[in-house]
């Protein structure tokens, strides 16, 4: 059998033999610890009729787990300087590829065409960079990949704001953008002392299902995520004032406060306390009279 990459005596070993420094602006802290990476692994729901793509392998520690468990892995790593250590700690598994490039910079439906036609499913299982968090979720969202699952490691700060409910301070249109697209739930809360180097905040892994269809009936959907952010501009302020600042004039705001009771919003309320069907609500009937 292989040894497993993710023990602090083999992470250490690997990264002196390459002589490898590791570099902060990459976000890259290296998980040691066997026991999350089972967690995160069997979060995915992963079997050998599916694919896993992973962004970020640092030098191959989850990637190994993911190889154990999923048909295809594949996984894209910014750092060409991790490339023949890679070589090394993945090749004995014939089904793993490592893309080398910038995820955000990467054609992931040429990918997955490239990579996963014969896998049923394909989830996405990382220990994410945080200096990139956000927006690596919301281009594997946007793009609307043929995802199950998308179970990663982030800043529990973020966690909290995925997973967040109408009505507290972590609600925010991160909230709905996510839940728009998911089904969220945290898997566990992770503690600093898994990683080489240890990072400077709390971790969470976070299991996003990704949903066959959006849980409420949206037109146009750049209006409604548009309406939202809107309505966190000012988040002190309230849905009426937030409302009137991005899409009326001192001539036009007469009709505003009849279009939010239409919609069966009070103007008083703020953005944070409405729920995603009352988002839905709102921007059908703003739209309709912004026409
Ligand atoms: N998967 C490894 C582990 O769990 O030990 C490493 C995780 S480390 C938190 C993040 C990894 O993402 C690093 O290897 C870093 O080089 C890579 N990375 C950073 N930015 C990236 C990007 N834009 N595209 C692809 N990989 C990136």
Known sequence: ATEDIASPKR?????????????????????????????????????????????????????????????????????????????????????????????????????????????????????????????????????????????????????????????????GSLSIAVQYYCEPEVVTIVPHTVFIPQPNVDSAVIKLKVRERPPVEVEDESFFFDVVQASFVQRRKTIYNNMAARYFTKETKGQLEGILRNAGIEPSRRGETLSIEEYSVLSRHLAAALK
């Not at 420094?21 to 050998?48: H, P, W, Y």
């Not at 300087?81 to 490039?101: A, D, F, Q």
């Not at 690596?136 to 043929?146: A, G, H």
């Not at 800043?155 to 609600?171: F, L, S, T």
């Open 11 to 171: 992470t250490k070993e690997l990264i002196q033999k390459y002589g490898f420094t590791l570099k902060k602006s990459l976000g890259q802290n290296f998980l040691i610890d066997q026991n999350i990476l089972t967690k995160i692994v069997s979060a995915a729901e992963l079997d050998t009729g599916k694919g896993a793509l992973e962004i970020g392998p640092g030098i191959g520690a989850l990637t190994q787990q993911l190889a154990k468990t999923a048909g295809r892995v594949v996984a894209v790593e910014i750092d060409q300087r991790l490339l023949p250590m890679l070589k090394e700690t993945l090749g004995p598994y014939p089904h793993v590829s490592v893309v080398h490039g910038d995820v955000l910079k990467t054609d992931l439906r040429e990918l997955f065409e490239a990579h996963f036609r014969d896998v049923s499913k394909v989830s996405v299982v990382a220990n994410l960079p945080y200096y990139v968090t956000t927006p690596i979720v919301m281009k594997l969202l946007e793009e609307k990949l043929p995802l199950e699952h998308i179970v990663v490691m982030i800043q529990k700060e973020v966690a909290d704001r995925m997973a967040a409910k109408p009505g507290g301070k972590d609600y």
